[in-house]
C-alpha cells in the first residue's frame, strides 16, 4: 500500500504562485512514475504533470511552461512549482503514484486563484 498527503494549496491572487507538495509513504519501493493531476469545477480530472524514475517529464497543455513537476526520492516527496495562475486554474489538485500495476490518488489539495 502506498498513502499520499497533498499540501501547499490555498488561495493565490492571479499572477501568483504556490508550491505543492505531496508526501509518499507505505510501500514505495518499485514506485515508478509520480503524477499531479486535477479537477475544476464540472470539469473532468486532467494531467498536470507527471514524472518518472529516470527524471522524464510529460506536462499537459492547460499547464505547460506554468508549472514543474519535480521528485525528491530521499524525501518520497513529489512537488508542483505552479506560476503565473489564472483564475481558470482553480481545482482540487490531486496526486498520483504509479506502482506496478496499481494506482493510488491523494485525497487532493484545493487551490483557489482569485482576488
Known amino acids: 500500500q502506498v498513502q499520499l498527503v497533498e499540501s501547499g494549496g490555498g488561495l493565490v491572487q492571479p499572477g501568483g504562485s504556490l508550491r505543492l507538495s505531496c508526501a509518499v509513504s507505505g510501500t514505495i519501493f518499485g514506485i515508478d512514475t509520480m503524477g499531479w493531476y486535477r479537477q475544476g469545477p464540472g470539469k473532468q480530472r486532467e494531467l498536470v504533470a507527471r514524472?518518472?524514475?529516470?527524471?522524464?517529464?510529460i506536462y499537459g497543455d492547460s499547464m505547460k511552461g506554468r508549472v514543474t513537476i519535480s521528485r525528491d526520492n530521499a524525501k518520497a516527496t513529489l512537488y508542483l512549482q505552479m506560476n503565473s495562475l489564472k483564475p481558470e486554474d482553480t481545482a482540487v489538485y490531486y496526486c498520483?503514484?504509479?506502482?506496478?500495476?496499481?494506482?493510488?490518488w491523494g485525497q487532493g489539495t484545493q487551490v483557489t486563484v482569485s482576488s
Open positions: 498520483n503514484v504509479l506502482r506496478g500495476a496499481n494506482n493510488y
Open positions: 514524472i518518472n524514475s529516470g527524471g522524464f517529464t
